[in-house]
């Protein structure tokens, strides 16, 4: 069992930053990939981010790439999710996922999070 504890959202204006923080207990940190996703009112679930154990390969949706960095320090078991230029389409509900590998499906992760609300007002 892992558990994640996602910390870092609120309320930020058009193009402005936040950095999203997630804190895993329970198995080895370092066993795992860590995804976040993202789900705003009305919408279905979506990618956003992944990183494999090790940190040495990332992925991005298209929507985030160039403006958001998936990142993990393995010593402190939190994976991060620094987000610049976010946009108002930006807010929902983003939740830290871990798996065994870092795929863009969420079916693919076995442990989640609660969620941290982002809102982003334009």
């Known amino acids: 069992q892992v558990q994640l504890v996602e910390s870092g959202g609120g309320l930020v204006q058009a193009g402005g930053s936040l950095r999203l923080s997630c804190a895993a207990s329970?198995?080895?940190?370092?066993?795992?990939?860590m995804g976040w996703f993202r789900q705003a009112p009305g919408k279905e679930r979506e990618f956003v981010a992944a990183?494999?154990?090790?940190?040495?390969?990332?992925y991005y949706a298209d929507s985030v790439k160039g403006r958001f960095t998936i990142s993990r320090d393995n010593a402190k078991n939190t994976a991060y999710l620094p987000m610049n230029s976010l946009k108002p389409e930006g807010t929902a509900v983003y939740y830290c996922?871990?798996?065994?590998?870092?795929?863009?499906?969420?079916?693919?992760?076995?442990?989640w999070g609660q969620g941290t609300q982002v809102t982003v007002s334009s």
């Open positions: 996922a871990a798996g065994t590998v870092p795929l863009r499906l969420g079916s693919a992760y076995a442990y």
């Open positions: 329970g198995r080895p940190f370092s066993s795992y990939a």
């Open positions: 990183i494999d154990w090790s940190g040495g390969s990332t």
